[in-house]
């Protein structure tokens, strides 16, 4: 009964591969995110969604797509991979959107070789 | 632009010692202050959650206080135990339905 479930937990693939990241909360909250989080350990948003449309989209290359088929379901998809990509994914959920506290699933390791 | 800044970086003090963490962020407009705790190849933990109208949350051994005017905030924790090692990062939400996370403080608490 995770509240924000995140699959696959860990992620190898060659450079020009696409990928998905799957995430699901069963907490009822209307806003989900995506994180990333750097080799440095920096979290920096990446996109947010409310109730399945998008709210925040922060500078990132269009290779990387959310698609939010309802309010539970918040997965990302990664085109043309690169090396740089190389990060810990983290989705999030919350009731409004930042008003209140913030849940994380427990993260993607993306490895691109 | 929003920046968050944590110090000290790492942190690592004998079991039973009182600790102070602390966080500075560069603009006041915020409507409130959160602490997480990071867990190593875990997700993030939402510890306390300060609204820009309070001065300080309480939950267990930690206590977090809120200057918004000067921009600071710092997580107190009593009474330290191993189990409390891990990184606590400060966020602060300013709107627009994003949080503006700080580095994080390692702190590593020894038996």
């Known amino acids: 009964d995770t509240a924000v479930s995140q699959t696959p937990k860990y992620l190898v693939t060659q450079m020009g591969n696409d990928k998905s990241i799957k995430c699901e909360q069963n907490l009822g909250h209307d806003t989900m995110y995506w994180y990333k989080q750097d080799s440095k350990k920096f979290l920096k948003i990446m996109f947010s969604?409310?109730?399945?449309?998008?709210?925040i989209n922060e500078t990132v290359p269009n290779r990387f797509s959310p698609k939010s088929p309802d309010k539970a379901h918040l997965n990302l998809h990664i085109n043309s991979l690169e090396l740089g990509d190389s990060a810990v994914y983290f989705c999030a959920s919350s009731p409004t959107g930042g008003y209140e506290k913030l849940f994380f699933g427990s993260g993607t390791q993306l490895s691109v070789l | 632009k929003q920046e968050v800044t944590q110090i000290p970086a790492a942190l690592s003090v004998p079991e039973g010692e009182n600790l102070v963490l602390n966080c500075s962020f560069t603009d006041s407009a915020i409507y409130n202050l959160q602490w997480f705790r990071q867990d190593p190849g875990k997700g993030l933990t939402s510890l306390l959650l300060i609204q820009s109208s309070q001065r300080e949350q309480t939950s267990g051994r930690l206590n977090a206080s809120l200057d918004k005017s000067s921009g600071r905030s710092t997580l107190y924790i009593a009474a330290s135990q191993p189990g409390d090692s891990a990184t606590y990062l400060c966020a602060v939400f300013s709107g627009y339905s994003t949080l503006t996370f700080g580095k994080g403080t390692m702190l590593l608490v020894s038996p």
């Open positions: 969604y409310n109730n399945k449309e998008l709210i």
